[in-house]
C-alpha cells in the first residue's frame, strides 16, 4: 500500500509526496509536528498539516534568507534570528566568524527538539557557542530590543496561527527600531502565484515599505512550497542590495554553497513582470 502527505495549497491545488514511514508525530501547546521520510525529498517537517522544510531543498531557501543580507552589510556582529527553530538558518550564519552573537528567538522548544532529533543536517549548530536561544514569542521580544542588531532575520512560519503577529506594521516598525542605523531585515515573503498567497505578499510589503526607507522583493524557486515561487523581502536603512552588494569580498571568503552565488544574487532581485505588478499596485497606493 502507497502512503501519501497532501498539503492542500489552494481549494484547488495539493501537493503530494510519497511516504516510506512517520518518523514523529505530536503536538506542543502552539501546534501539530510531524516528521516523514520520503523516497524523493528525504526527511520533511511539517506544521499543521503544511510543509516547512525537506532536506532535499532547504538548502535553497535557508541560503537566500541568509547569504543576501551577508554579501551586502560590511560588518555583521550581532544577528536577531526569529522562528528558524529548523537551525538551518543558525547553521548558515555560523559560517561568518566575525559575527559574535545570534540571538534565536522561537516560540515553540518542542520543534527545536524535534528537528535536533529528526533533521540533523539542518540543525547541527544550535549548540554553537555563539548562539543563544530564546524560548518566547517574537512580537514581544522585539518590542524590547533598540539599536541593537546588524542583521535581523525573521525566518516566520505562514501568516496564520503562531506566525501571525511577525506580518504586522506594529512588528517591521519593531525591528526598525530594533536595528542599528545601518541594519537590515530580510524576511521570508509567502509565494506571489496563487490569489491568496499573493495578498499575503502584498500586506507584507505594505507593512515593510511604511517602516524602512529602502525596501525590495527577491525571489527563489523552492520545489515544495506552493507553486514553487518563492520570494523574500529585504529592507534596510542605509543599504542597497545590489548597489552595496560586496561581491569581490564575499566570493574571497571561499563558502560553498549549492544554491546562492554572487551572481544569482543580482538576478533574484529582477521579477517577473506580474510580481513587479502586484508591488507596485501597494507602493502606489501608499
Known amino acids: 500500500m502507497d502512503f501519501w502527505f497532501s498539503e492542500k495549497q489552494t481549494k484547488n491545488v495539493k501537493l503530494s509526496i510519497r511516504v516510506d514511514r512517520q518518523l514523529y508525530s505530536g503536538h506542543s501547546d502552539f501546534q501539530r509536528i510531524d516528521v516523514f521520510e520520503s523516497p524523493e525529498f528525504g526527511r520533511f517537517l511539517t506544521l499543521d498539516g503544511y510543509m516547512m522544510l525537506t532536506e532535499k531543498d532547504e538548502f535553497i531557501y535557508h541560503e537566500m534568507i541568509t547569504h543576501i543580507p551577508m554579501a551586502v552589510h560590511p560588518h555583521v556582529e550581532k544577528v536577531l534570528v526569529i522562528g528558524a527553530g529548523d537551525g538551518g538558518v543558525i547553521r548558515e550564519l555560523v559560517r561568518y566568524p566575525e559575527i559574535q552573537r545570534i540571538d534565536l528567538v522561537e516560540i515553540d522548544e518542542m520543534v527545536v527538539e524535534v528537528c535536533k532529533k529528526y533533521l540533523p543536517q539542518t540543525a547541527c549548530r544550535l549548540d554553537d557557542e555563539r548562539v543563544e536561544i530564546h524560548y518566547e514569542d517574537g512580537l514581544k ?85 506552493p507553486s514553487g515561487h518563492w520570494l523574500f523581502g529585504f529592507a534596510s536603512k542605509k543599504y542597497h542590495p545590489l548597489r552595496d552588494l560586496r561581491e569581490k569580498e564575499w566570493n574571497d571568503r571561499g563558502i560553498t554553497t549549492r544554491y546562492y552565488t554572487t551572481t544569482l544574487h543580482k538576478g533574484a532581485f529582477y521579477l517577473p513582470a506580474y510580481v513587479e505588478e502586484l508591488l507596485k499596485d501597494v507602493e502606489n497606493k501608499r
Open 141 to 225: 521580544f522585539i518590542r524590547r530590543c533598540k539599536e541593537e542588531y546588524d542583521l535581523i532575520i525573521v525566518d516566520s512560519t505562514d501568516p496564520f496561527g503562531p506566525g501571525e503577529g511577525l506580518f504586522t506594521r506594529e512588528f517591521y516598525g519593531n525591528c526598525y527600531k530594533a536595528l542599528k542605523e545601518d541594519g537590515i531585515m530580510v524576511n521570508q515573503h509567502e509565494s506571489p502565484f496563487y490569489e491568496e498567497d499573493a495578498l499575503a505578499c502584498q500586506r507584507a510589503h505594505r507593512n515593510i515599505t511604511e517602516s524602512f526607507p529602502i525596501s525590495r522583493v527577491y525571489q527563489a524557486h523552492i520545489p515544495t512550497y
